[in-house]
Every structure is written in structure tokens, then in C-alpha cells.
């Protein structure tokens, strides 16, 4: 499996990522109308755009895992984190895997090279934000992520719930 960093000719393999693992992960947490439409082809064009973006910037990082094939099967996104709310240096955004490479320690792998990408940048404290209900809330558990914050949030005219699991030294995490 090679891990690399993303680029923008990536948009299309991650959006496939990103939407398949949104219909397997959140089944049952989100209606059912609302994981049917998501868009592979809106993605795409969120993605190209969000990864130009990251691409001209020294404070963020997205990364892609491929198979054998050269086929996206994971992304990993992080960033300096900019909320004036929750105030911790980085925010690990996203990490989506398709089901069939999970617990495989792809994930692991994944967060290592976000969180060396930080620890590189001086960053010490993180957060990541879940949605409340994902059973994949043990692996930020077991990388020692603890869950000190809670926020609502609104998408699609639905309001739920995330809990942001913190680290307060991302140089103890691996």
C-alpha cells in the first residue's frame, strides 16, 4: 500500500472514497435520501477545488493511500486549525478508508504521516471531530484521543451531534 500526498489529479478517486465511505459508515446516522445522494461528480469538483487550495498553503496536508492497482482506497486530510472556538493547534479534518482496506492498519498509517506533518510544524494539541454514533470512534480512542468536546452541527437541514476527541501532544501519539 502507498501512501502519498495528494494532488489535485486525485479529485475524482478521492470523492469515490470519501462518498463510499460515507454510504457504509454513517448508515443508519444519517436518513437514508441523504447518503443516496450524495455525488461522486460534486465531489470531485469540491475535491479538485479543496486540494488546489491546500496545495498553496504550508499549514495543511491531504494524503492518498493506493492499492496495488494505483486505486484510491483511503485520504487523509489535516490542517492548522482556525476555529476560534475550540482552540487546538491542528485539526486531523477527515480520514476515510473503504470498508474492505479497514482494520487492516491503514488508518494507523494514514494519522502517523498527518501527525509527523505536525509535529514537523510545531503544532502540539489536536482535535478531531466525529459524528456522535460512529462506532469507529475506538480508533481515535485507542491512538489516546479523548473525547473533551461537543458541538451541533447543521447539514442538509438535519442538526447532530459531533464529539471532537483531543490529543494535547501530538508528539506522544506514535
Known amino acids: 500500500?502507498?501512501?502519498?500526498?495528494?494532488?489535485?489529479?486525485?479529485?475524482?478517486?478521492?470523492?469515490?472514497?470519501?462518498?463510499?465511505?460515507?454510504?457504509?459508515?454513517?448508515?443508519?446516522?444519517?436518513?437514508?435520501?441523504?447518503?443516496?445522494?450524495?455525488?461522486?461528480?460534486?465531489?470531485?469538483?469540491r475535491w479538485a477545488r479543496n486540494l488546489d487550495s491546500i496545495s498553496k498553503t504550508y499549514t495543511s496536508l491531504a494524503l492518498v493511500a493506493e492499492n496495488d492497482d494505483k486505486e484510491i482506497v483511503g485520504i487523509a486530510a489535516g490542517r492548522k486549525n482556525d476555529d476560534r472556538i475550540f482552540r487546538y493547534d491542528c485539526n486531523l479534518s477527515i480520514i476515510y478508508i473503504l470498508k474492505e482496506y479497514q482494520r487492516k492498519k491503514l488508518g494507523s498509517r494514514l494519522t502517523e504521516q498527518i501527525v509527523d506533518f505536525f509535529v514537523d510544524k510545531r503544532f502540539k494539541s489536536m482535535i478531531v471531530w466525529i459524528l456522535k454514533g460512529n462506532t469507529n470512534s475506538l480508533f481515535y480512542e485507542k491512538l489516546g484521543g479523548m473525547p473533551k468536546e461537543t458541538q451541533r452541527v447543521e447539514k442538509w437541514g438535519i442538526v447532530y451531534e459531533e464529539v471532537g476527541y483531543v490529543w494535547e501532544d501530538v508528539s506522544k501519539i506514535f
Open 1 to 45: 500500500m502507498l501512501i502519498r500526498e495528494a494532488t489535485t489529479a486525485d479529485a475524482a478517486g478521492i470523492a469515490k472514497v470519501k462518498v463510499n465511505s460515507w454510504k457504509t459508515t454513517y448508515e443508519g446516522l444519517f436518513p437514508d435520501e441523504v447518503l443516496d445522494n450524495l455525488s461522486v461528480e460534486e465531489e470531485t469538483t
